[in-house]
């Protein structure tokens, strides 16, 4: 760590962007979490860090947060150095997967707590708690116990706690894994509204990538430590840099041929006889699927290393018109165009 490391000074409401520098977690028997990354994240946008189940995604977030001791490099918030403060002082605020909220007290008090712990007198911490409540939509329910209320409402009241010291930047750990589905896209949109109400700098973490892709400004697909791949939504679905993100995204068929390794989305593959001076494979159904808008179709074809299972994504009015069974004999095209070069 470099000796220009500042102390912590008053933490404003507005956002502040995060810079992390060749940030590493390594841990006793020398196992490494997270690999020197570079990131850089805008003030006032919302950054989801997306990778499977041990991918550094939560370590990198706790260090941020300053609940997790950074091995080496650095973290930057706006222009000061806050590697090595402690997490009170930082200007963030966390959001758990759990909420965290005590269960035997009010979501009032819940919200109030941090106050009361800094000496806040009785009136004046309510009246903020209760002001912020409102903001999300839960004054009414301000008596309550976290037992009487929905995921969803434990939720609100969660992130109007995290509100209360006014934070720079929102820090959050998988907050919907533990919402039904149809609870989790309404309270995506809500989470989505709030951050741009607020303005804040919002840094969630989450294994979905429906979830990132409806969320976020800007992904950060982690794997193994490292980063793979930053960009917008739009920008890392159409063209992921690599075999892994193209997999794990979702929604891409990847292929070896002759000219490399290339991605065509599942939607992008044809049934039937190819259009002049399109490539296309021979392949089997394997499995028909039916999801309303679209069928989706298993078929295994050979590509240049031999046998391979694709998918292809059939809209329903022209399945209807073309239906195919398992074990039938398919050829599939593509427009050359819609094939994207990825990265060995």
Known sequence: MDASKTSSGPVAS??????????????????????????????????CLLGPSGCGKSTTLRMIAGHESVSSGDIL????????????????????????????????????????????????????????L????????????????????????????ALMNHPKVLLLDEPLSALDPFLRIQMRAELRRWQQELGLTFIHVTHSQEEA????????????????????????????????????????????????????????????????????????????????????LGVEAVDQQGATGLTVMVPEARFAEHPVQPGQAVRLWWQPQQAHALAA
Request: aromatic share 4%.
């Open 14 to 47: 507005q956002a502040a962007g995060i810079e992390l520098i060749a940030l590493t977690k390594r841990y006793d028997g020398g196992s490494v979490a997270v690999n020197a990354i570079d990131l850089r994240i805008a003030e006032g946008s919302y950054c």
């Open 134 to 161: 409102e903001r999300v939509a839960m004054g009414h329910l301000a008596q309550r116990l976290p037992a009487e209320l929905s995921g969803g409402q434990q939720q609100r009241v969660a992130l109007a706690r």
């Open 77 to 132: 918030m706006g222009s000061r150095n806050i590697t090595d403060l402690p997490a009170a002082a930082r200007g963030t605020a966390m959001m758990f997967q759990s909420f965290a909220l005590f269960p035997h007290l009010t979501a009032l008090d819940n919200v109030a707590f941090s106050l009361k712990m800094k000496g806040v007198a009785r009136a004046e911490r309510q009246q903020q708690a209760q002001a912020l």
């Open 213 to 296: 892709m409806a969320l976020a400004d800007t992904m950060v697909v982690m794997n193994h430590g490292v980063i793979e791949q930053v960009g917008s939504p739009h920008q890392i679905y159409n063209r992921p840099v690599n075999e892994f993100v193209a997999r794990f995204m979702g929604g891409h068929n990847v292929l070896r041929l002759p000219q490399g390794l290339m991605a065509v989305r599942n939607d992008h593959l044809q049934l039937g006889n190819p259009a002049e001076a399109c490539p296309s494979l021979g392949g089997t159904v394997t499995d028909v699927e039916y999801q309303g808008t679209h069928v989706l």
